[in-house]
């Protein structure tokens, strides 16, 4: 999978954002300066932000920008939406990539819609449960969530396919939940 430079660069400065005590503000300069982007980028970023309520500005001298919401509050689905729109589902694939033809040529029988559907689904539901909070945790907390929600998550695919896990599986699961 792909992360375009727009999300990657625009998780950072939301990353940046909620690293903030609640009062301060950072302006477009000091975000592009401690994340070694141009002003310009910064700003196209923040636009998308705010756009979709995540972050807000404020006026004057001590102005800037800061996250709307508490960072705990917003998931890296919303700022990923924010950025780039929604993740692509299968049939998106299948529309977006058809080659010269009209329609994908593959839409009978097609074995790769099935693995881009069931990708996409997992993705986006795995960024609903991180948040930008969760970003600014120790190496160590941040890694231990990420496995919990991904065997949270291939547990609830494989009960919603109707694919059996081993019970070696099914126990580790349940005792992380």
Not at 69 to 91: M, N, Y
């Amino acid at each position: 999978m792909n992360v375009s430079a727009l999300e990657e660069y625009g998780l950072r400065c939301a990353v940046r954002l909620a690293g903030l005590p609640h009062d301060q503000t950072l302006s477009a300069s000091e975000v592009a300066g401690f994340e070694g982007l141009s002003v310009e980028y910064v700003s196209k970023f923040m636009l998308h932000l705010k756009k979709a309520g995540l972050v807000r500005t404020v006026r004057g001298v001590r102005g800037g920008f800061a996250l709307a919401r508490s960072p705990d509050k917003i998931t890296l689905r919303e700022v990923f939406d924010a950025l780039h729109g929604k993740v692509q589902t299968g049939d998106d694939f299948c529309k977006s990539f058809s080659g010269k033809a009209e329609s994908c040529v593959r839409l009978d029988g097609c074995s790769i819609r099935p693995f881009w559907k069931i990708l996409s689904l997992y993705i986006s539901e795995f960024t609903k449960e991180m948040t930008l909070a969760d970003l600014l945790k120790p190496h160590h907390e941040l890694e231990a969530k990420t496995l919990q929600i991904a065997a949270l998550k291939g547990a609830e695919l494989r009960e919603n396919l109707g694919t059996p896990q081993s019970s070696k599986e099914s126990m580790h699961v349940h005792a992380h939940k």
